[in-house]
């Protein structure tokens, strides 16, 4: 994953994070298929007092089968999350909101042959 942060006032934060991912089963009965996944990240942080802040993101995850006929998985996730932490403090609490929306393709295999 790589990100960037862009700080333009020191209460405001923007960053996108990009993360590639490539998966290689090599295996058989219960594997997953080989994939590439691409996830993207958006988000903006306000501190709006010294002690409380609200990030909203936006994620979009798209996984594609390198097998042949297996459709993509694609998700798109929003995140709200409100953060307390008191000044000079080592402990805080969050409050995390989110809302996930996507498509997967059923996917069933039968093995040919015995296990090893």
């Known amino acids: 994953m790589l990100g960037v942060t862009y700080n333009p006032s020191e209460r405001l934060s923007l960053g996108v994070n990009l993360g590639l991912h490539s998966y290689v089963s090599q295996g058989g ?8 996944q691409t996830t993207r990240t958006f988000f903006a942080t ?10 909203a993101s936006t994620e979009s995850d798209d996984m594609v089968f390198t097998d042949p006929g297996q459709g993509p ?3 798109q996730i929003y995140t709200a999350t409100v953060n307390y932490q008191p000044e000079k403090s080592r402990w805080g609490a969050a409050l995390t909101l989110d809302k996930q929306s ?5 996917y069933i295999n039968l093995a040919t042959g015995k296990p090893s």
Request: net charge neutral.
């Open 29 to 36: 009965t219960g594997y997953l298929p080989d994939s590439n």
């Open 73 to 75: 998985v694609s998700n």
């Open 102 to 106: 996507g498509s997967s393709p059923t």
């Open 46 to 55: 306000w501190k709006f007092s010294p002690a409380w802040s609200l990030t």
